[in-house]
Structure formats: C-alpha cells, structure tokens
C-alpha cells in the first residue's frame, strides 16, 4: 500500500509539472476559449472542465500529444486550423468522445490516421484540407464515423482517392473535394456515399488535362437533388465544358461557379451543353468573365432553367460586352434574375420584352442610371409583364419615375434603396398591386403623397426625415429608423400598423398612451435615440411588457437616457429619479406648503420672542442716535407725561395742577394737549421724550394693556439701555404685579426691582409727601457746562 501511494503521488507530481508547463489560454469565457493569435506552440491547459469550444487557430502549434485533451473531456468543437501541425500522436483525440466539429484545414499533416477517429462516434463536421498528404491515409479511414455529415477534404498535394478511402459513409450531406493536381481517381468512390445534396469541387487541373477523370468524378456526384459547384477554375475553352454532358444527363438541378474564370465562348458552350437538361438554377459568383466572343453559335434552350443568379462578376472590358439577342430563347423561360455588382449599366428594351416570364429581377449594386432604367423598362409601355419584384437598389438613380411601373399590374415589391433621389414628386402613379416599397438611403428630406396608397411595407430609414405624416390606411410595417424625427408618427393614419421600428432617431419620449393611437400595433424598436427618461417613460421601460398590447422588439440596453444629467448616459432600465422629478406637481405644492409652515413658525416664534418689536425698537435707537445731544437750552419739557387714557381724569385733576402750579412750576408734556396736531404719533412721542428732563410713567393696570402706553415704554426702555441713566419716574397709582410688565422691557423691570418708585397713597395725609418726593425727583438742576445733570433720588 505504501507503494502504491507513493507511485500515485509521483505520478500526481509528474502530471503536475506536466500542466506547469503548458501555456494558459488568455480568452475563455464560461464553456469557451477563443486562443487564436496568441503564438501558442502546445495545447494550453484546460480552465474547467465544462470547455466546450476551443479555438486553436493561427498558433504554432507542430505536435498534438496524446495527453494534450485528457482534461477536454466535454469538448464539443475543436478549430486548429492554420497551424504547423506535422504530427498527431495515435491516441490524442481518444477523450473527446463528445467532439462534433474537428478543423485540421491547413495544417502540415503527410500522413493521416484512421487511429485519430476511433473514438470521435460524435463527429459530424471534419474539415482535413490544405494539408501536405497525396492519399487519404491507409484505407478505411473514415470508417469510425458513421455521423459524419460534412467531410472537407484535398488540397494541392493529393494525388490518389481509391474507393476504400470513403468506406463506412453513409450520412454524408456535404462534401468539399479540392482535387486540383489529382491524377487519379477510382471511379465509384464517391458514389458509394449515396447522393450528396451540397458537392463543391475544385478540379482546375484535371479540367485542362485529363477530362474523363472529371467525367468520372462528376458521374458519382450528381444526382437530381445535388446543388453541384465549381470553384477555384479555369474555364477558357469549349472543350473543357465537354465533361458537363455527365450534368445535362444526370438530373442535377443546381449549378454554381464560384471564383472562377470564364470566357464568353466557354459559357456558351456550356449552355449549350446544358440545353436538354433539368437544370433550373444556374449561379456564377466572385466570376472573371472574359470577352472573346468569335462567332455566334446556335441558340441555347435550357426550358427548365428558373434562375439565373450572377453576383460580383468583374468584366474586365465591360462596355463591349455584346448583345447577346441570341439567347432570346433562354431569356423567355428564366423566372427569376440576378445581376449583383456587376457593372451593368444598361439592358436594352428589345432584351427586356424578352423576359416575358420573369417574375423577380435584382440588378442592384450595378450601374444604371435615371435614362437606362427608363430604357429597360421601355418607357414604361411593354415587357415585364409577369414581374412581381424589382430590386434596383444601390445604383445611379435620381429622380421616382413611378410611371414606369404603372402598367405591371402584377408588380408588388419594388426597391429603390441607395439611390440619390433628395425629393420626390407631390403625387405619382403606382400600380395598384404595389405591397413593398424600400426607399431607404436615398438622401430623402420630405415625404410626400407621392408614396403609393396600397402600400404594406414601407422602408424610409437612414434619410433626413424630420416629420412622417402621410396616410397609408393599408401599411402594417414601417421602417423609418436613422432618421430625425422628434415624435411617433400619427398612429391615427395608420389604423393596420403592426410593426413600427424607429431607432436612431430625435425621439425624446413615448407612452403607453401615445401607443394607444395604433389600433393593431404589436412590436416596437425604438432603441438608440435621444430620451427624455421622464418618470413615465421610465415606469413604462420598466414594468412588465409582456402584459402589454405593444411590446419592446429590440434590447433595452439600447434605450439610453439623454436627459436629466443626472442620468445621461445610462440606460433606461436602469435609470432611477426621485421624488421631485417624478412627482413634480405634488413636491412643489409640498414644498411650497413646507415654506409656508415654515414661515408661520417663523412668525409664531417671532410674535412669541417679540422679535418685531426689537428690530422696530431698534430702528427708533438708531434714529435716536443719530439725533444730536441736545443742550440745556433745547430741553423743553421737566418731564413727560405718559399714563393711559383711562387714567386721564387722575393726570388732569391732581398731577397736572399740582407740578405745573408749583413754586418754581414745572413744565409738563402731555399727549393732548402738546403733540403737534397731524403729526405721526410714535414721532410726537419719541420727540417729547428727547425733549424732556425725565420721562414720569403713571401705572396701572389700564397703562400696561394701553397700545400707545407700550410704544412709550417701549422707546424709553432702549433710552435707558443706550444711556444708562435715570431718566425714568415710576409712580404707581394702583398695586401693579411686576411680572404683569411685559419680559422684553428687561431694563423697566430691573429699574423696578433695584430702585423705590412712587406710590398713590391711599392715605390722604401721606398725599402732600407724595407731591414732594415727586418734585424733588422731576427738579434738574443745572451745571456749570450748560449740559443737563440728572439728580439721582431715592424715593
């Protein structure tokens, strides 16, 4: 057991140092690694065991080990192409028992192995070619893979395919044959698959020396449901489209040339050949077409050919393409055309009457201008009778000439995108068969009721559109995105409208009630525009679309907010607002409300303070202040007088006669009978108190509740505080409660509690006293500097 352990503890050492010294994988993701272009010489260690898509391609990876994919157990595709792989140890791929997709393209292998399969049971894409073998291993090599649906194989150095070489295929869909210096092929090889519904072969070589090699290939492949290609050739000559003969005989239904390069001669050869057979579709893509027309053969009639399908094709002298009025028989039954970037730029009115079947015609990404549209369309006043779809997108249009189509009544979909149009009639003449309508690209900057009424699809994006008003009771779908529109068009004109996209627009905000003018609207794409991400919008982004009529047809990552600042830049799902924001109506009259209560606690809190009574008693301190100091001389008054109304009678009967009767007489102020008539009454008495000696106060209980009573007080309370003096005589002509006086008069009450003030008597023989110890307390003697002096008596 000791043993044991201790050999298992080696080993885990050795696999330790093992992993140590492979590389790691910079891009993986949860079950995938993309570890292409990271100049990787091994196979990197696996981050998890739940890898399921490893990408290998463009390292320089030489030797694959046999224990490089022990821990790619759940690998399920496998990319190693453009590679230097030379060699591929027997038992490498053993662990990958769930492998589907294995690309070994381009790579250095010599030699291939059926031991590399053996366990692959899952495989069903295999892709070998660009690699340095001449033979297809042994024998028997794809035996193991019996789910195997596309096989790609060959490249320049394959010389040999030998019938046992595709041995135990039974499931094949696809098959890419790059046989290009293929010198041999045992005939049968291929056929004993069973029909293929995808061949692409690449036989450039054997198509110029050795045709019954070609013959022989092409007989085991075609079959009435193979889509038959031919890339990567040559065809220059009328001989070498002898081998096609295999084609016209077989049934085979499609035919596509794909990166090649034809002649005129050659191509016409070849539909010659092809008259009699059942092709229906015939394709030439990435097509070099050479002009050497010599002389003109006899008419092709292909009667089942359906399509004609022509795309990039670069003419090298295409302006002296002839006229190929001859091919008017196979022009007569094709039904459907295709001419993709391809220099075309003109089809005379003679050629087009010719397709008196076509139904669908794209000549886009072509040549043609405003004049030979008009050419080919016969000014509108024959051929193309039967067509149902023009596509002249992307060409040198600039101007809607609708009156060249009013007469197709069978014409339903016409685009016109990628033209230079800029405006548009006022009104045209539609057929009124037209469904489909693309108009997008077009440098458009209005719309009109130019727009056919009978529309169902209508495509305006990417023009400078600022407004889309235009009736269109029968449209369902609109396109109208990249361009400038600040609101939703008018739902109300379009009662049909079921689907609505408008991305990339000025569009600032929507509601489910502004969605509620479209009757029949069920999807919306409105992402990509500048939002106002207000509290209703946000609510409406947010909420649960799957409840509502109109739902959001692209990702809601793509509603990004514009406005407030706050948010721009977020997105909308993820935009959150606060109260005041959503809410602005109730927050402002809540704020307001909370102004105002704050105000009123503001007034409380000052009427409680008396608050308006220090900043009105300060003001007259102030104006007092600034007043000067006045002399003996100005005094005009010994004392002023205030008491309360109520106790006037007092004032008038005994104070009054007894002062101003006295031996020397003492000059009073009294409010009624002193105060300049029309003067304001807080002035009459702030002047009569800087006009006097003393300021003789009569209390009682009417003076304390007297208003004017207060305003005295309350001018000689800040006097007493601004001079410190005893200028104040208190008599009390009835017991007064000290805390009756007013708080705010701190200064009054102090006088009261720290000096003795005159009393009424109730005894009629302390009365003469009284009149005394008043005169003495109003008599101001005079000093030698003229000022006056105030005399300080205890009463």
Not at 88 to 117: C, G, M, R, Y
Not at 501 to 508: A, E, G, M, T
Not at 588 to 611: D, Q, R, T
Request: hydrophobic share 40%; charged share 20%; net charge negative.
């Amino acid at each position: 057991m000791t043993i044991l352990a201790f050999l298992t503890f080696v080993l885990l050492l050795m696999h330790h140092s093992v992993s140590l010294s492979r590389p790691q994988c910079h891009s993986c993701e949860q079950t995938s690694c993309n570890c292409s272009r990271q100049n990787l010489r091994k196979v990197p260690t696996a981050p998890s065991e739940l890898i399921t898509d490893l990408d290998l391609s463009f390292n320089r990876l030489k030797t694959v080990m046999k224990n490089d994919f022990v821990a790619y157990a759940s690998l399920q595709s496998l990319i190693m192409n453009d590679n230097k792989i030379k060699t591929i140890q027997e038992q490498a791929f053993d662990p990958l028992i769930n492998l589907v997709k294995l690309d070994l393209s381009f790579n250095s292998l010599d030699t291939l192995s059926p031991e590399w399969f053996h366990s692959l049971l899952s495989l069903q894409h295999l892709n070998l070619l660009g690699n340095q073998y001449n033979m297809l291993g042994q024998g028997n090599l794809f035996h193991p893979l019996k789910r195997l649906k596309t096989l790609y194989f060959g490249g320049d150095n394959l010389q040999y395919v030998r019938k046992s070489d595709f041995s135990g295929l039974g499931a094949l869909e696809e098959v890419i044959f790059d046989g290009q210096k293929l010198q041999a092929y045992a005939k049968g090889s291929l056929r004993q698959i069973g029909p293929i519904k995808y061949v692409t072969l690449g036989l450039n070589g054997p198509f110029h020396r050795n045709k019954a090699l070609v013959e022989a290939i092409l007989s085991d492949v075609v079959h009435p449901n193979t889509t038959l290609t031919f890339i990567d050739t040559s065809f220059i000559t009328e001989t070498q489209m002898s081998p096609f003969r295999v084609v016209d005989s077989s049934g085979t239904a499609s035919v596509i040339f794909r990166n090649v390069i034809i002649s005129v001669n050659a191509g016409l050869a070849l539909l010659n050949t092809l008259s009699g057979s059942n092709v229906t579709m015939l394709g030439l893509e990435n097509t070099k077409i050479l002009i050497n027309f010599l002389y003109r053969p006899n008419s092709p009639t292909m009667k089942h050919l359906e399509e004609l399908f022509i795309k990039n094709a670069d003419i090298p002298r295409f302006y002296s393409f002839p006229a190929l009025f001859f091919l008017q028989p196979l022009l007569n039954v094709v039904r459907r055309v295709s001419m993709l970037n391809s220099t075309l730029f003109a089809i005379p009115c003679q050629s087009a009457a010719s397709f008196s079947n076509l139904e669908y015609m794209d000549i886009s990404d072509n040549l043609f201008s405003d004049l030979a549209l008009s050419e080919m369309m016969c000014d509108g006043e024959g051929g193309l009778w039967n067509l149902q779809t023009l596509n002249v997108s992307r060409n040198h249009l600039q101007s809607i000439n609708s009156q060249l189509f009013t007469k197709l009544d069978k014409l339903e979909n016409i685009d016109m995108s990628g033209n230079a149009f800029h405006s548009m009639h006022e009104t045209c003449y539609w057929p009124p068969s037209l469904r489909f309508l693309n108009l997008s690209s077009t440098h458009l900057g209005k719309v009109t009721t130019c727009l056919p009424v009978s529309l169902r699809i209508l495509d305006v994006s990417d023009n400078a559109l600022t407004v889309f008003n235009i009736d269109l009771p029968f449209l369902t779908e609109l396109y109208i995105s990249g361009n400038k529109l600040s609101i939703l068009p008018d739902g109300h004109l379009y009662p049909r409208l079921t689907f609505l996209f408008i991305q990339n627009n000025n569009l600032q905000t929507f509601s489910r009630n502004s969605l509620n003018d479209y009757d029949h609207l069920q999807s919306l794409e409105a992402g990509t525009n500048t939002y106002v991400c207000s509290c209703d919008f946000v609510a409406f982004m947010t909420s649960d679309l799957t409840h509502q009529r109109v739902t959001i047809g692209d990702e809601l990552k793509s509603y990004i907010c514009d406005s407030p600042d706050t948010m721009r830049g977020r997105r909308v799902a993820d935009a959150r607002l606060s109260v005041f924001e959503c809410h602005t109506a109730l927050a402002f009259s809540l704020l307001l409300l909370g102004i105002l209560a704050v105000f009123l606690l503001f007034a409380v809190l000052c009427h409680k303070f008396s608050v308006l009574w220090y900043m009105k008693m300060t003001w007259a301190w102030l104006r007092a202040k600034r007043k000067p100091k006045l002399k003996k001389g100005e005094l005009k008054y010994d004392a002023f007088v205030s008491f309360s109304e109520m106790d006037s009678a007092w004032v008038e009967t005994h104070l009054v006669p007894e002062l101003e009767q006295a031996e020397p007489p003492l000059r009073l102020c009294i409010h009624k009978r002193d105060f300049i008539p029309g003067g304001w009454i807080l002035d009459n008495i702030m002047d009569a108190i800087e006009k006097s000696h003393r300021t003789l106060f009569v209390l009682s209980q009417h003076f304390v509740s007297s208003d004017w009573c207060k305003y005295e007080l309350d001018y000689t309370h800040f006097r007493l505080f601004d001079h410190n003096d005893d200028t104040v005589v208190l008599i009390l002509l009835e017991p007064i409660d000290k805390d009756t006086i007013p708080k705010k008069f701190c200064k009054l009450r102090r006088v009261m509690n720290s000096r003795t003030y005159l009393e009424w008597p109730d005894d009629d023989e302390q009365i003469p006293r009284f009149w005394q110890s008043l005169r003495a307390a109003i008599k101001t003697p005079a000093t030698d500097d003229g000022d006056v002096e105030t005399d300080t008596v205890d009463l």
